[in-house]
C-alpha cells in the first residue's frame, strides 16, 4: 500500500523553526521525485520545493529560499524539510507529494502541474505565531 505521512508540524513563534517529515512506503523511493506543497486559508496550494532523487538536485520557490532546506535519507525512505526563520505568513496545511513520471527528477513545473504527483500524503499544519 502506498503511503507518503507527514509529520513535524505545529505552533511555533515567529523566527522559530521546524523540521517536517515525510516518510514513505509502497513505492521505490528514489525512482520518485519529493515535492513540498503548502495551503493557507483562502489561498490556493503553492509548491515551495523539490528534491530529484535523480541527480540530487533542490528547488525551492521564492518565497521560502534562503530559509527553507530540502533533504532525503534514502534509507529511511524519508524527505526532510527544515524550516528556518518562520514567519506568520508560512502558516497553512505543508502536504508532500511524489512524482514518478521523471525517472526521480523534479519536473520544470514541480511548482505546479499538481495533477502529475502519483502519491500526496495527508498534511500536516504549520502554525506561527506573531
Known amino acids: 500500500e502506498v503511503q507518503l505521512v507527514e509529520s513535524g508540524g505545529g505552533l511555533v513563534q515567529a523566527g522559530g523553526s521546524l523540521r517536517l517529515s515525510c516518510a514513505a512506503s509502497?513505492?521505490?523511493?528514489?525512482?520518485?521525485?519529493i515535492g513540498w506543497f503548502r495551503q493557507a486559508p483562502g489561498k490556493e496550494r503553492e509548491g515551495i520545493s523539490c528534491?530529484?532523487?535523480?541527480?540530487?538536485?533542490?528547488y525551492y520557490s521564492d518565497s521560502v529560499k534562503g530559509r527553507f532546506t530540502i533533504s532525503s535519507d534514502k534509507a529511511k525512505n524519508t524527505v526532510y524539510l527544515q524550516m528556518n526563520s518562520l514567519k506568520p505568513e508560512d502558516t497553512a496545511v505543508y502536504s508532500c507529494?511524489?512524482?514518478?513520471?521523471?525517472?526521480?527528477?523534479?519536473?520544470?513545473?514541480?511548482?505546479?502541474?499538481?495533477?502529475?504527483?502519483?502519491?500526496w500524503g495527508q498534511g500536516t499544519q504549520v502554525t506561527v505565531s506573531s
Open positions: 509502497g513505492f521505490t523511493f528514489d525512482d520518485y521525485a
Open positions: 507529494a511524489a512524482d514518478g513520471s521523471s525517472s526521480g527528477m523534479c519536473s520544470t513545473t514541480w511548482f505546479g502541474a499538481q495533477e502529475d504527483y502519483d502519491f
Open positions: 528534491f530529484s532523487h535523480s541527480d540530487g538536485s533542490r
